[in-house]
């Protein structure tokens, strides 16, 4: 027996609805490793893929701020990971497909975070959503077009990950992932930034203590920790108490954490998604898009060969992050001699 062989052993004492390395399916039939589960594979691919990478780069909330402890897109997918892990393992589940998932949830999110997103999606006739583009990444774009390959079990939970303003346990059992992990990873994502969020916000200034809703004060924390402990806990009790059915929360912890949702929409994103901001980013990405439309050839991959010019224009503008965006932008609009 080989080392990946005795880690596929070990998951036999995992829960019963555990998702199991060994059904693991990929789209295209690989050997396997001799020291790696198939989850595990699927965590490394995306941990050293190039999106992941350029993720520090890329907005949460806060577009380029100068304070060094607002949060960036790599920073919230690595707080993601951390609540998803405790949760899964505090229920016997598999950590590295939960691991996995959170590490790719946002591949295939826009620089400067959902206004960009916005833009984006005005250039697409079909329309743009980054958790679709974060399957794409995964399964078009990296490694030169080829893809990274990964897991049925993995690709799945990256791709019904986000709710938007929905329902974070939808009534519709088709729109939750097929694993438990997914699941978990689906709160885990709300739990992270209604948090995260938050927190930055009050750095920001932007709101202040008094204003978040005192009932939610009262019945998930005062503080940034209380909250996210609290909300996990009640994640972890309520799951036990239905015997893993699904990833459960109780009614009253869920109702709190869409008004804190709700708040954070009204006072932090739609206020940072509008007006003076929303022009501006508006005009980077349209200005990029009319510069690289002209010489594409200049700029854009030429995979996937069935996709047409203009889709592989989004690929790639999607995929910059705020910084490359800025600069390409300044080097479009700018005197040379400037630089």
Not at 23 to 42: A, C, I, N, W, Y
Not at 76 to 100: F, G, K, M, P, Y
Not at 205 to 216: F, H, M, N, Y
């Amino acid at each position: 027996m080989n080392i990946r062989e005795e880690l596929e052993k070990r998951e036999d004492s995992f829960h019963p609805r555990a998702a199991r390395s060994i059904h693991g399916k990929r789209l295209r039939e690989e050997k396997k490793s001799p020291v790696r589960t198939e989850f595990q594979r699927d965590r490394d691919r995306i941990l050293h893929s190039k999106a992941f990478r350029r993720l520090k780069h890329k907005t949460q909330v806060f577009i380029a701020p100068e304070g060094d402890h607002f949060r960036t897109r790599l920073t919230h997918t690595l707080e993601v990971s951390q609540i998803a892990r405790t949760i899964a393992r505090a229920l016997n589940l598999n950590e590295d497909l939960t691991e996995a998932i959170a590490l790719g949830h946002d591949l295939g999110h826009t620089p400067f975070g959902h206004a960009g997103e916005r833009v984006i999606d005005e250039l697409l006739p079909e329309g743009f959503r980054h958790y679709e583009q974060s399957l794409r990444v995964v399964d078009k774009l990296e490694y030169d077009g080829i893809g990274l390959n990964l897991t049925h079990e993995v690709r799945d939970g990256i791709f019904k990950h986000s709710k938007g303003v929905g329902p974070i346990i939808p009534e519709e059992k088709g729109q939750l992932p097929i694993t438990l992990e997914g699941q978990i990873l689906r709160i885990a994502d709300i739990i992270a930034y209604v948090n995260h969020d938050l927190d930055d916000a009050l750095r920001a200034e932007l709101i202040k203590e008094k204003d978040i809703p005192a009932a939610t004060v009262k019945i998930l924390g005062k503080t940034f920790a209380k909250r996210i402990d609290t909300i996990v806990i009640n994640v972890i009790e309520q799951t036990l108490e239905h015997e893993l059915a699904f990833i459960a929360i109780s009614e009253e912890v869920y109702q709190e954490i869409c008004r804190l949702r709700d708040f954070l929409y009204e006072r932090v994103y739609w206020v940072k998604e509008s007006g003076e901001e929303k022009e501006k980013i508006q005009n980077i990405i349209l200005t990029v898009y009319k510069h690289v439309e002209k010489e594409p050839e200049r700029f854009i991959n030429p995979y996937p060969a069935e996709d047409s010019g203009n889709r592989r224009i989004i690929d790639f503008i999607a995929g910059m992050t705020d910084r490359y965006a800025l600069n390409l932008f300044k080097t479009i609009t700018l005197p040379r001699y400037i630089f």
